[in-house]
Nanobody, 123 residues
């Protein structure tokens, strides 16, 4: 079992930055591909980014490419999402996910989810 706890969300003005953190319990963290998803009101949950177990491969959705950066520290069981140049359309609940099997940009690929952290970007 893996438990995930996100933090770092909040209210920020457009153009600002936030860094989200996701701390995982369990000794198998370092083996997992980790992903960040988001869900805006009235919309489906979408993949923002993911990172493979050793950081060797990362993926970003087109909407965040060049603005967001995912990283991980396996010694701390933590994955980060640095979000720069935030836009109002980035407003959503952001979820951390672990344990992807198959294509890691698919929500259904993940076994473990955090409770989410709200990010609100004002214009």
């Amino acid at each position: 079992q893996v438990q995930l706890v996100e933090s770092g969300g909040g209210l920020v003005q457009a153009g600002g930055s936030l860094r989200l953190s996701c701390v995982a319990s369990g000794r198998t963290f370092s083996r997992h591909t980790m992903g960040w998803f988001r869900q805006a009101p009235g919309k489906d949950r979408e993949c923002v980014t993911f990172i493979t177990w050793n950081g060797g491969t990362t993926y970003y959705s087109d909407s965040v490419k060049g603005r967001f950066t995912i990283s991980r520290d396996n010694a701390k069981n933590t994955v980060y999402l640095q979000m720069n140049s935030l836009k109002p359309e980035d407003t959503a609940v952001y979820y951390c996910a672990a344990g992807a099997i198959g294509w890691a940009a698919r929500e259904a690929s993940y076994n473990y989810w955090g409770q989410g952290t709200q990010v609100t970007v004002s214009s």
